[in-house]
């Protein structure tokens, strides 16, 4: 008799094999996993990993060193700017000399990208309004009715005038900031 066996991440405890061996076993008995916790360890059990093609870039070495504080925090904040998983990827990246590419974030440009998505957004709903003033216009039979939807397209067309003039004076402003030579 197999009995269903539940799995959860808290209950993994100090021996994760054990743990995933006794999961693969209850699978292979064909008992209840029922989790998708439970079926990415059977997964990572029964598949192991391809092998690599290049047997010398295989990570097979552990090196352990001790650093200072302050360079613990260098390598930290390097990891940060560049977006790296861990401190050792750093490392390994700074002791074969490959380039490590160190991203900078400009926080002052965001009240000016959160007008522009604005505006961008007021543009669409604009855009949005005048194909429904037409479709009303092209479906109206007198005069008058036409005659109104032409107004109400013309005020559109204004206000899509003043948000373009505001569009050009940012775009000034940034022309002025990242131009300067």
């Known amino acids: 008799m197999v009995r269903s066996f539940v799995c959860s991440p808290r209950g993994l405890g100090k021996d994760v094999f054990l743990h995933a061996q006794k999961i693969f076993a209850v699978h292979k ?19 192991p990993r391809r092998k690599a093609a290049n047997s010398e870039d295989l990570l097979s070495h ?18 940060q700017k560049s977006r790296s998983a861990s401190i050792a990827e750093v490392c390994r990246r700074i002791l074969s ?10 926080t002052a440009m965001n009240p000016i990208m959160e007008e522009l998505a604005l505006i961008r957004r007021e543009l669409k709903a604009i855009g949005t309004n005048i194909n429904q003033v037409t479709r009303k216009f ?12 032409v107004l109400q397209t013309a005020d559109l067309y204004k206000k899509v005038g003043q948000r373009v003039e505001q569009l050009l004076e940012i775009i000034a402003k940034l022309a002025e900031k990242w131009l300067q030579g």
Not at 29 to 47: D, E, H, L, P
Not at 62 to 79: G, M, S, W, Y
Not at 97 to 106: F, G, S, T
């Open 29 to 47: 008995a064909g008992g209840s996993t029922r989790n998708s916790y439970c079926r990415s360890i059977i997964k990572s059990v029964a598949m």
């Open 138 to 149: 092209n479906g109206a039979t007198e005069e008058k009715q036409r005659g109104y939807y």
């Open 97 to 106: 000399n490959r380039k490590l590419k160190l991203y900078q974030e400009d």
């Open 62 to 79: 552990n090196i352990i060193i001790r650093v200072p504080e302050a360079l613990l925090r260098k390598l930290e904040e390097l990891q």
